[in-house]
């Protein structure tokens, strides 16, 4: 699977971004579409996740400091998910990167490492 995220901007505090994750499409029926970020000089962080079975979102995650700013939204038939930012923080600065993997990838407190393909990533700065 191959992935291309777009989107990324220089916003300022408090305003929002989407950011989209366009997959070039997804082999199995039971699949899960992460969303990632690494900041300079810090750890990549989950940001949300989605299970996608049979069409249909099934269950979203998301990472606590997101409290509700961040909402993962798909187009399964165009093979995209979708990250709206809302709210956003300087803290927020970083690149985003989307990832898929099974299903099972996405579940509270979910890990880069349960996803097998990854985007080049978008960055997303945040003005003060």
């Known amino acids: 699977v191959q992935l291309v995220e777009s989107g990324g901007a220089l916003v300022q505090a408090g305003g929002s971004l989407r950011l989209s994750c366009a997959a070039s499409g997804f082999p199995y029926s039971d699949y899960g579409v992460g969303w990632f970020r690494q900041a300079p000089g810090k750890e990549r962080e989950g940001v949300g996740c989605?299970?996608?079975?049979?069409?249909?979102?099934?269950?979203?995650y998301y990472a606590d400091f997101t409290r509700g700013r961040f909402t993962i939204s798909s187009d399964i038939p165009e093979s995209t998910v979708f990250l709206q930012m809302d709210g956003v923080k300087p803290e927020d600065t970083a690149v985003y990167y989307c990832a898929a993997g099974w299903g099972y990838a996405c579940y509270p407190g979910f890990e880069g490492h349960e996803y097998d393909s990854w985007g080049q990533g978008t960055q997303v700065t945040v003005s003060s």
């Open positions: 989605v299970r996608i079975f049979e069409g249909m979102t099934r269950s979203a």
